[in-house]
Nanobody, 118 residues
Framework: QAQLVESGGGLVQAGGSLRLSCAVSGRTFSPYVMGWFRQAPGKERRFVAH????????LYADFAKGRFTISRDNAKKTVYLQMNSLKAEDTAVYYC???????????WGQGTQVTVSA
């Protein structure tokens, strides 16, 4: 079973940037896809972006397009989410997830809080 540990969250002013990291551990871990999700207070968890582990193909939610960039470093077994032009509505707990097929998320991190002040 894989372990996913997020970091990089924090408090930032609107218009600012943050880069989230998700470090993956597990000897036999070989995901097909890695993704980022977020959950704002009182709301359901929402998809943000994903990237395939080998090919690097990406997909973004509409609200993330043009502002967020997902990337990965296979050698470091780390996935990143670069978030620019942050807005107050981006405030949420951000979760990293791994899946062996598209749309099947079997492993989750503990989440990292992102707070954007207006």
């Amino acid at each position: 079973q894989a372990q996913l540990v997020e970091s990089g969250g924090g408090l930032v002013q609107a218009g600012g940037s943050l880069r989230l990291s998700c470090a993956v551990s597990g000897r036999t871990f070989s995901p097909y896809v890695m993704g980022w999700f977020r959950q704002a207070p009182g709301k359901e968890r929402r998809f943000v972006a994903h990237i395939t582990w080998s090919g690097g193909s990406t997909l973004y939610a509409d609200f993330a397009k043009g502002r967020f960039t997902i990337s990965r470093d296979n050698a470091k077994k780390t996935v990143y989410l670069q978030m620019n032009s942050l807005k107050a509505e981006d405030t949420a707990v951000y979760y990293c997830a791994a899946g062996r097929t598209l749309g099947s998320w079997g492993d989750w991190g503990q989440g990292t809080q992102v707070t954007v002040s207006a």
